[in-house]
């Protein structure tokens, strides 16, 4: 596609469940970023890969949380036990790789933790 | 760490006033961005910035990378409609040791009434 996609676009779940968020970045883009965004706040990094590994996990915010990148291209963020302060919208980005390129966002994940 | 703190929160104008608001930090970034968001998408990238002193348009937008390389602003000129949504401050920090993560601010509110 022409841009980044994430789904699902939303997600209800309930807390101590885990949850598996995808995103799918621009074709031929090396690098791709996990952002958080709870309600009204500016967004919060969690994770950074060039291809397949993490050069930069200094945002995850605990142990529950994970993420991984296959094939240099598809990459999943996963949420184990959520807790109800989960509850916030996960966007990822992706970008070329090299120091300084932009970085494009995806319409981000809607997570709700009851 | 880094932190970016964006002011005002919220503006309330007029059509076809001009707008202008900013980013500041205690750290030194290496890059600029500004970025807006509107309700249910992602961000999506406005201007970049990579040089102190660096002044760009586009379209009726206008950014500055300070001399500093602290701090940043964005000027809208003559405001429509159309430019209501949230606008983000981000920059990629000197001294992350390659690390291509952004850090924004907390976002500045902005509400056109026609």
């Known amino acids: 596609g022409a841009g980044v996609s994430q789904s699902p676009s939303n997600k209800v779940t309930e807390k101590g469940k885990d949850v598996e968020l995808r995103c799918d970045p621009i074709?031929?883009?090396?690098?791709l970023y996990w952002y958080r965004q709870s309600l009204g706040q500016g967004l919060e990094f969690l994770i950074y890969?060039?291809?397949?590994?993490?050069?930069?996990k200094s945002g995850l915010p605990s142990d529950r949380f994970s993420a991984e990148r296959t094939g240099g291209s598809v990459s999943t963020l996963t949420i184990q036990r959520t807790q109800q302060e989960d509850s916030a919208v996960y966007l990822c980005?992706?970008?070329?790789?090299?120091?300084?390129?932009?970085?494009?966002f995806g319409p981000g994940t809607r997570l709700t933790v009851t | 760490g880094q932190q970016l703190n964006q002011s005002p929160q919220s503006m309330f104008i007029q059509e076809g006033e001009d707008v202008s608001m900013n980013c500041t930090s205690s750290?030194?970034?290496?890059?600029w961005l500004w970025y807006k968001q509107d309700p249910g998408e992602g961000p999506v990238l406005l201007i970049a910035?990579?040089?102190?002193?660096e002044l760009t348009s586009n379209g009726r937008l206008t950014a500055q990378f300070g001399i500093t390389r602290k701090d940043s602003f964005l000027n809208i000129s003559a405001s429509i409609p159309s430019d209501v949504g949230i606008y983000f401050c981000?920059?990629?920090?000197?001294?992350?040791?390659?690390?291509?993560?952004?850090?924004f601010g907390k976002g500045t509110k902005l509400t056109v009434n026609p």
């Open positions: 750290s030194i970034f290496n890059t």
């Open positions: 074709s031929g883009h090396t690098a």
């Open positions: 890969f060039q291809g397949n590994s993490a050069p930069d």
């Open positions: 981000a920059g990629r920090p000197v001294g992350q040791g390659g690390s291509e993560k952004l850090v």
């Open positions: 910035l990579y040089k102190a002193g």
């Open positions: 980005a992706s970008s070329l790789g090299t120091s300084g390129s932009v970085k494009y």
